[in-house]
């Protein structure tokens, strides 16, 4: 099943999904900074603009509709201005709000970001810490008991505030189960008792369910997988999917292999919520009765869509259609990717390249490729033009133009960026891009690379990866060319 086909689905299904958590108001306050304040050194913003839009559980309620399902809210929030706006703003995503309840003298918990030139200078939070009152609890018991015979999903988001404590949890492990239960939670070993088909801990939290780090990178991967057990007895969830910012995920089911996603490295603008539009693709499309790594697959696309804009994270499904059917080309300018990089700089991301005429894909290039995705944050495989592979490999190569070699090397999992060269070595294109690590395969040494001293110039390291006997692009093509001809 495709991307394609999930979407199909999902809008044949329009899944039924209830979402119960903490409901709470996200406010963006964006302007420009030209002075200090004269009565502290603190920075005078003159806002420019404003913007409330729901976060926390809103904001999974408010991707669930935009996605295609049919969306119940379930909770408390203040009888207050803040709680107002986000009932409206609710209302106009197409959320049905009568379960979410206005609570006299309580507050609706508000997270209100000053952002100067697309940077958050400071976060105000405004929280409601107290108990919430019995009577609320009950309804809210009392509404979703009714409710979960006709939901295809429930969706809890549990972000450690005062609602969902260990009686409401009890309580609620107590009511007829619904068709699919997914649980994001800050502490997911709180909600085993109502065995979750489908939990999706963030590497924190994932740590904190096992007592120990992960790692850092693609080690993380690994680590998870090992830990795959253990996550799913110490949370009592089914199926767990470890998410792991730009590295992307790891889904771990029992009785069949890990599977993974990749992350687009596209740089993360600032945005909040990715984590929501996950939850919500995942669940709608698994509510629709995609198979659980289709729906993760889907999943990942929508939280790529997501972090590239501003302000708290939404991706609609007529987005996801878009995005899924685009066939667009897989290369990237070396100028546009040089801006790219930049950012990814500027966010602390370890920059990795490595180049190479890449015509006939075997293991050896995989190896490779692998090995160098883990010596940083982001790989950039540099590919040499087809008049390039001409002049290095001599007559009748490459034996695939460099459209399809892109294609491929795009499609791999641990490859973020393929540009494309011209000239005979990579030098002008290391120059530019200035890679922190340059990595090239085994059968090299760095005496034998041109490149090797334009990476050092420019302040990066030169690492040979590991040698993968026998196998060889022009051994590989004079065998295929002798099977033929026999």
Same mark, same amino acid.
């Given at each position: ?70 969306? @119940? ?121 109502? @065995? ?36 799913? @007895? ?253």
């Amino acid at each position: 099943m495709t991307p394609l086909d999930s979407i199909a689905r999902i809008r044949a299904q329009q899944p039924r999904i209830a979402v119960l958590g903490d409901f709470l108001l996200d406010r963006w306050w964006h302007g420009t900074v030209d002075r200090v304040a004269r009565e502290a050194p603190a920075p005078v913003v003159e806002l420019a603009g404003a913007s409330d839009l729901p976060g926390g559980a809103a904001n999974t309620a408010r991707n669930l509709s935009a996605l295609g399902a049919r969306v @119940r809210a379930f909770g408390a929030i203040g009888a207050d201005e803040p709680g107002d706006r986000l009932r409206e703003r609710l209302t106009e995503a197409d959320v049905d709000v009568r379960a979410l309840q206005r609570v006299a003298g309580a507050r609706t918990t508000t997270k209100a970001r000053v952002s100067v030139a697309d940077q958050v200078l400071i976060r105000l939070d405004d929280t409601q810490r107290e108990p919430w009152p019995d009577r609320v609890r009950q309804q809210l018991l009392d509404d979703l008991a009714e409710a979960l015979a006709e939901c295809d999903a429930l969706v809890i988001c549990d972000y450690g505030a005062a609602l969902l404590d260990d009686t409401m949890i009890a309580a609620l492990a107590a009511l007829p189960r619904a068709a699919l239960i997914v649980v994001d939670a800050h502490d997911p070993a709180r909600w085993a008792a109502l @065995r979750p088909d489908v939990i999706t801990p963030n590497a924190g939290e994932t740590e904190r369910l096992l007592g120990e780090r992960l790692g850092s990178g693609e080690d993380r991967v690994d680590a998870a997988i090992a830990a795959g057990d253990a996550l799913r @007895r110490r949370s009592g969830a089914q199926s767990v999917v470890v998410t792991l910012d730009r590295t992307g995920t790891v889904l771990l089911t029992p009785d069949a292999p890990p599977h993974r996603t990749r992350a687009h490295a596209a740089p993360e603008q600032q945005a909040s919520g990715a984590g929501d539009v996950f939850v919500s693709a995942l669940s709608v499309a698994r509510a629709a009765g995609c198979a659980l790594p289709r729906a993760v697959d889907l999943a990942q696309l929508a939280a790529d869509i997501a972090v590239e804009r501003t302000g708290t994270c939404r991706c609609s499904l007529d987005e996801l259609e878009l995005r899924a059917s685009a066939a667009p080309d897989p290369q990237v300018s070396v100028a546009d990717l040089a801006e790219r990089l930049d950012v990814h700089r500027r966010a602390g991301d370890r920059i990795v390249f490595t180049n190479g005429c890449f015509d006939v894909l075997h293991r050896g290039h995989t190896a490779s490729l692998k090995q160098a995705r883990r010596l940083g944050d982001v790989l950039v495989v540099a590919l040499n033009s087809d008049d390039s592979a001409r002049r290095l490999k001599g007559p009748g190569r490459p034996v695939n133009g460099v459209r399809d070699r892109a294609n491929v090397l795009a499609a791999l999992s641990c490859v973020d960026y393929v540009t494309v060269f011209d000239d005979d070595t990579a030098c002008a294109t290391i120059r530019e891009l200035r890679p922190d690590v340059y990595a090239k395969g085994g059968d090299y040494t760095p005496e034998m690379l041109e490149e090797a001293a334009e990476v050092r110039r420019a302040g990066g390291e030169v690492v040979i990866l590991d040698y993968v006997p026998d196998h060889s692009t022009t051994e590989l093509i004079d065998r295929l060319r002798t099977t033929a001809e026999a």
